[in-house]
């Protein structure tokens, strides 16, 4: 029955791009933790963590596909959804440093004695245990979501008028987030991490295990995106998407559409926030820069948006070109960045994704073409 279910909902791109994901998730470790450095296989630890980045990108590629390409909503802001989560996760990180810090003190962060902090903020209680810090990986970005887009959408705010409030809103929050007396660490944020549930970030074994974990929290993603694309709610995301006066006139209530599609959106991109942080080992302010969001809206558009595998493709292949760039030629990428997002807005308008359309549309036509003549 799953089987057929699947067979019925998805297209072959997406049930590709899944089977690469979960095949990653078991043949990277592996080639990690069982062959010798020594082995032509091997895979590094920095190469295992890099790759695992920008899996976490991608998740965050997949959270924007689903309100922009499935709802039409263009947000700017979804990096302060991202950073949330990060920042969520950083705070149990720096909960089990305990004494391990510089300064040694078993409740503060090295950065609260520093600025000589008394006690621990009221809002960083909850944070020793890692259920309620999962628990607040999802709540805290969700929650901002859902109170933003409520009023938001309750106002009819849309275009380009909602994409400007939410870069504010980034903004506002990067702003936030560098002063010292926001108890977040200032502009330096978390870092210095020891370990997750007991285990030493920097094992072999750990590092594996987050990247696993990462293509979990992808693949599931990925899934939980085509469920909703795919149901009844998804047609009528698509409906607000392409004509949303004539949705609201047939009497669906649009704003209670767009808010769940934004509210799930900002959860999965503050999951891949959370995945992020203990691979990449620090969580600053400069994740909310609005740069960062817009960056993640062109991933999105290389890679093909309203087909959700295609954003994920853009977001590994762009950060995969901007590791070579920024070492082999680093005063050019943001011109590459920019030349890619022209020539696929002039060429390709569906992306790399289309690539892979007219390929099967070719492969369709062919089909018919080639049984009469076998039969001959």
Not at 36 to 45: F, G, N, R
Not at 57 to 85: K, P, R, V
Not at 150 to 170: D, E, P, Y
Not at 283 to 303: K, M, Q
Request: glycine share 12%.
């Amino acid at each position: 029955m799953i089987t057929r279910w699947l067979l019925n909902k998805t297209d072959r791109g997406v049930l590709i791009m899944l089977a690469v994901i979960l095949l990653l998730g078991f043949m990277v470790p592996a080639l990690h933790l069982l062959t010798s450095p020594d082995s032509p296989v091997h895979v590094p630890a920095y190469a295992m963590a890099l790759i695992g980045k920008y899996l976490c990108y991608a998740m965050l590629a997949l959270s924007i596909d689903l309100i922009w390409g499935y709802c039409g909503i263009l947000s700017l802001g979804h990096g302060a959804f991202f950073a949330l989560g990060g920042y969520a996760m950083g705070m149990y990180l720096m909960r089990q440093i305990g004494s391990r810090g510089v300064y040694g003190h078993a409740e503060l962060p090295d950065f609260m004695v520093f600025l000589n902090w008394t006690e621990l903020p009221w809002y960083w209680y909850g944070f020793g245990w890692f259920g309620f810090a999962l628990l607040m990986v999802l709540f805290v970005p969700g929650l901002l979501a859902f109170l933003f887009g409520f009023f938001a959408f309750r106002a009819r705010v849309s275009g380009v008028h909602f994409s400007i409030i939410t870069q504010a809103l980034t903004f506002a929050l990067m702003l936030a987030f560098f002063r010292n007396d926001m108890g977040f660490g200032g502009n330096n944020g978390l870092t210095d991490f020891k370990d997750i549930l007991g285990f030493n970030l920097q094992a072999g074994g750990t590092r594996a295990a987050l990247f696993g974990a990462t293509c979990l929290g992808l693949a599931a993603s990925l899934l939980i995106c085509l469920a909703i694309t795919r149901s009844r709610v998804g047609a009528v995301m698509t409906a607000i998407r392409d004509a949303e006066s004539r949705t609201r006139f047939l009497g669906y209530r649009v704003e209670a559409f767009k808010l769940f599609a934004f509210t799930v959106s900002a959860c999965i991109a503050g999951a891949a926030g959370a995945l992020y942080v203990p691979q990449v080992g620090i969580i600053n302010p400069s994740e909310f820069a609005p740069a960062n969001s817009i960056e993640a809206v062109i991933w999105t558009a290389i890679g093909g948006r309203g087909t959700l595998f295609g954003p994920i493709l853009g977001a590994v292949l762009v950060n995969f070109a901007k590791s070579w760039f920024t070492s082999a030629l680093p005063d050019l990428w943001l011109f590459a960045l920019g030349g890619l997002f022209l020539a696929v807005t002039l060429f390709l308008p569906n992306g790399l994704a289309g690539l892979f359309g007219r390929w099967t549309s070719a492969r369709r036509r062919e089909l018919p073409a080639a049984q009469p003549a076998a039969a001959e």
